[in-house]
């Protein structure tokens, strides 16, 4: 329909490509936890939000307003995503190993809300803009280690994230982790969050119910906020 809502009334199986054109207006709501979708694509849609219960590919994706995809498997990305709300991207898959969510080299957008992305391991290859928002990079599973600044990608239960990764985000703010998460470590060199250089991103802050380490290398930001719920240590030179 055309700015009309398009809500799922039972489970949907579509092993293809479903595409969903709702208009600028209308809200598109598959919120059934056994949905099992192949791929989605959403040309126009107001309020989305996308449940799936395994592995799913979200492709081109344009929400006005709020974008919520949730996916029990792998979650990714075959097309540029933009949304004018908040934006939450999840992959509730334990990592075992492997990548949970993987950005694909698309684009990312976030005009008007925070952006969280939730996967035990990611990979970002494509841009992530939300000028003047807030950007949450965390784990699904608590206690997951994270290891900032690791070019690693399948280490089990630890989210590795690589500067290369955290120089494609443009944001007023990011965050990595929460008070689930577990130790955090600064490894391999030091880390300059922020594309142009980090010239993108002037506030970061780290968050852990654990400790953070940066002995072996740390960060470089204009704002910095670290909370452990254990021990910092902070004595990279």
């Known amino acids: 329909p055309s700015n009309g809502a398009v809500p799922d009334t039972a489970a949907l199986a579509v092993t293809g490509t479903t595409t969903i054109a709702a208009g600028t207006g209308g809200d598109i709501t598959f919120d059934e936890g056994a949905n099992n979708f192949g791929t989605v694509v959403i040309t ?108 690693g990608t399948t280490t089990v239960d630890r989210l590795e994230l690589s500067n290369a990764e955290l120089q494609r985000i443009a944001a007023g703010s990011l965050t990595i982790g929460t008070g689930a998460a577990g130790a955090v470590a600064f490894v391999t060199a030091d880390v300059t969050p922020g594309s142009s250089g980090g010239g993108d991103l002037a506030t970061v802050a780290v968050v852990t119910g654990s400790t953070i380490t940066a002995t072996a290398a740390g960060i470089i930001e204009t704002n910095l906020a670290l909370t452990a719920g254990g021990t910092i240590n902070f004595a990279d030179a």
């Open 44 to 151: 126009t849609g107001r309020a989305v939000t996308l449940v799936d219960t395994n592995a799913l590919t979200l492709g081109a994706t344009t929400a006005s307003g709020l974008l919520s995809v949730t996916a029990g498997g792998v979650l990714t990305l075959s097309g540029a995503v933009s949304s004018g709300g908040t934006t939450v991207l999840t992959s509730t898959a334990n990592d075992a190993g492997a990548i949970t969510f993987a950005q694909g080299t698309q684009t990312i957008t976030s005009t008007s809300g925070a952006l969280t992305i939730t996967a035990d391991d990611m990979t970002l290859d494509g841009t992530i803009t939300a000028t003047g928002q807030a950007v949450t990079l965390k784990s699904n599973t608590g206690g997951d280690t994270i290891d900032i600044g690791s070019t």
